[in-house]
């Protein structure tokens, strides 16, 4: 009998493996890879190459459709005055031609190959918003199109409106200082901008950490939450979380589920409630793996990422080993909120942990849209 049980379980879990296999849609992959603004008197210009791979060896994937829509975030629609979108595909298996109007005409992408796009954004605004602007926001709603179905898709990155860090990082004297960036995204390095608005008189001692979703931001780990198919599992289990939890929707846990796996999330679930029903809490956050601590549901970032799930970033022991060598300062990465809880996700000196989770436990930075994902920390606050 327990056997014959036990054989049950084994084929229903691999059963739900397989489906959930079938159910992963396209193999294509999109991601901006470079920009450059141009300023002409009062109209200002970004261009921007994107690049899609297809990550499957045997699958061809047809783009029916690519459609691009800018917005600029900080200003209302009555501080533009013009804007205007050009899409330029650059196929690297068809002869460039110069498009008179914004068709598109339908791509096959093949087995792990790449295709290029170039996409140009032209805008005048009033003299008052300049200053206002915190980024370009540029939302690409694209068509998949192949074995798996046909699939609409949204991707969205931000270009940045940098900002001016000539005084700010120059002479800073408080212990525990919050500082403020422009609006970080995938075009961003993670490296560089630490080195960039680090004060400048910063020691060796000193301390930078950076908020986990930031980074993750940095590295393209967001998604668009209309890109997750959300299964029965995942609107299942997300009903057994707490509504503050970032895993009590069915987008939010089917994000875990894409990465852990679903037998994974469910053994966990299982084990995790039993023991909640003897004190024992936690359990399904240590045994689903990290990303079930990490993954930001929607509002739970700053816009213009406030639509998207943010999942952990990936590799920050290596990241602080690297950042900390490269600018002379102990690097960590954290996650912080407002109820003074402090965890310390990586760094590169273990020596220096209950001084960052003093100096950060009343949240300095913020979780609301202060634009402080860095705080520094001084060495005098070891005294």
């Known amino acids: 009998m327990l056997l014959n049980f036990l054989l049950i379980v084994i084929i229903t879990f691999l059963l ?8 992963q849609g396209s193999p294509l992959v999109l991601q901006p890879i470079k920009f ?13 190459l994107v690049e899609i791979k297809n990550l499957k060896k045997r699958m061809e994937v047809m783009i029916p459709s690519f459609n691009v829509s800018p917005q600029l975030i900080g200003i209302s629609k009555n501080d533009i005055i013009t804007i205007h ?18 068709y598109w005409s339908a791509y096959i992408l093949k087995g792990e ?33 192949g074995p798996f179905g046909s699939h609409t898709r949204f991707n969205g990155f931000a270009l940045p409106n940098f900002l001016d860090t000539s005084q700010k990082n120059s002479s800073n004297t408080n212990l525990v200082d919050p500082i403020r960036t422009h609006i970080l995204g995938s075009l961003d390095d993670p490296i560089g901008i630490l080195k960039s608005y680090m004060p400048k008189n910063s020691l060796p001692t000193d301390i930078l950490t950076i908020g986990e979703s930031p980074l993750a931001i940095m590295q393209g ?18 009903k057994g979380f707490h ?3 970032s ?8 994000s875990l589920i894409n990465i852990s796996g679903p037998t994974r999330v469910i053994i966990s679930w299982l084990i995790g409630g039993i023991l909640k029903m003897f004190g024992v809490r936690g359990m399904f956050y240590r045994l689903a793996g990290e990303q079930a601590r990490l993954i930001d549901d929607i509002t739970g970032t700053t816009p213009p990422y406030d639509k998207s799930i943010v999942l952990g970033p990936k590799d920050t022991q290596s990241f602080c080993i690297k950042a900390a060598k490269k600018l002379n300062v102990n690097v960590a ?26 100096a950060l436990n009343s949240n300095p930075a913020g979780n609301a849209n202060q634009q402080t994902p860095l705080v520094h920390i001084r060495s005098d606050e070891i005294n």
């Open 85 to 102: 979108t050009k899409i330029k595909p650059l196929h690297p298996d068809e002869e460039e031609e110069e498009a008179e109007n914004d």
């Open 36 to 48: 450059r603004k141009i300023i002409l008197d009062s109209k200002h210009k970004y261009i921007t």
């Open 243 to 245: 509504p503050t939890s």
């Open 16 to 23: 739900i493996e397989i489906n959930h296999y079938f159910r």
């Open 247 to 254: 895993l009590a929707t069915a987008f939010g846990m089917q």
């Open 113 to 145: 190959k790449s295709t290029f796009i170039e996409i140009e954004i032209e805008f005048e605004i009033k003299d008052t918003a300049l200053d206002n602007i915190k980024c370009l926001w540029v939302e690409i709603e694209w068509v998949n199109y």
């Open 333 to 358: 990465v954290v996650d912080v909120n407002d109820l003074g809880r402090v965890k310390i996700i990586a760094t590169n000196n273990f020596n220096n942990l209950e001084m960052i989770k003093r």
């Open 221 to 238: 780990r967001y998604i668009d939450y209309r890109n997750i198919n959300a299964s029965l599992i995942s609107k299942l289990i997300c």
